[in-house]
């Protein structure tokens, strides 16, 4: 079975980890609240999962998978997007309880998410310095990596400009997939000028594009074969 890909389109379908300090959680402060009403708007699907601690992030993060409904012949192509939201550093992030999530846990953590996802697994990180996860990737196993893309802002980022690149991003998506990151960047610069947002693959983009495509569809024809 042969998948036309010139009829499909890539939508994110996002699961929103949120792990709140303590004064977000008193203040009633929350990004993934927001998010998941205006992915509703944009007509994304969207999945929310406050967390406090290390038992429950790692419960949230089990939940992410990619179903058979998610990847119909033509139309709209649901790709998984783990977004977490939380207080970080270059180093880690921290969750409600005050437990840290270094890289190298991160990549522990991510590696068997990302399996289960076909290895189509993007990460947003809503988090300060954020895009130093890609640390995350550092292996001397060239096979094993723990996402596809991953996004975050190099410095410290404003509530309000995460909120806006965020949006920006999951409007744009597709443009993952048609090798336009230079405009998508430049649109979440316009945005978010203070944070600087990278996004980056797990992988170098140009060489592994073409074997990107045709994994998506050795997982079609997986599917279809059931």
């Known amino acids: 079975m042969s998948i036309d890909l010139s009829k499909i389109k890539f939508i994110p379908k996002v ?18 609240v927001i998010l998941c009403k205006s992915l509703k708007m944009m ?17 949230a ?10 990847m119909p012949d033509e139309g709209e192509v649901k ?15 921290a969750l409600t309880n005050d437990e840290t999530v270094n890289w190298k846990m991160f990549r522990e953590i991510l590696i068997p998410v990302n399996e289960s996802c076909f290895q189509l697994l993007t990460v947003s990180m809503s988090v300060c310095r954020g895009y130093n996860a890609i640390k995350a990737t550092h292996t001397t196993d060239n096979d094993t990596l723990p996402y596809l893309y991953i996004i975050g802002p190099t410095n410290n ?14 409007y744009n998506f597709s443009h993952l997939f048609d090798e336009d990151l230079k405009a998508l ?13 990278q996004i ?10 073409i074997k990107l ?10 599917y279809k074969s059931c």
């Open 15 to 32: 699961y929103i980890v949120e792990s709140p300090s303590y004064d977000d959680y008193i203040s009633e402060r929350s990004e993934g």
């Open 43 to 59: 007509g994304i699907n969207s999945v929310y999962f406050p967390v406090f601690t290390m038992e429950g992030f790692k419960f």
């Open 61 to 70: 993060l089990n939940k992410i998978k990619i179903l058979p409904e998610d």
């Open 79 to 93: 790709l998984p997007v783990l977004h977490i939201s939380a207080h970080g550093n270059r180093d880690c992030f």
């Open 157 to 170: 980022t404003p509530w309000v400009e995460a909120m806006l690149a965020f949006q920006v991003f999951y």
């Open 185 to 197: 960047k430049t649109k979440l610069d316009a945005v978010a000028p203070q944070s600087d947002f």
């Open 200 to 209: 980056v693959d797990g992988e170098e983009a140009k060489e592994k594009y």
């Open 213 to 222: 495509m045709e994994k998506i569809k050795g997982v079609f024809e997986k």
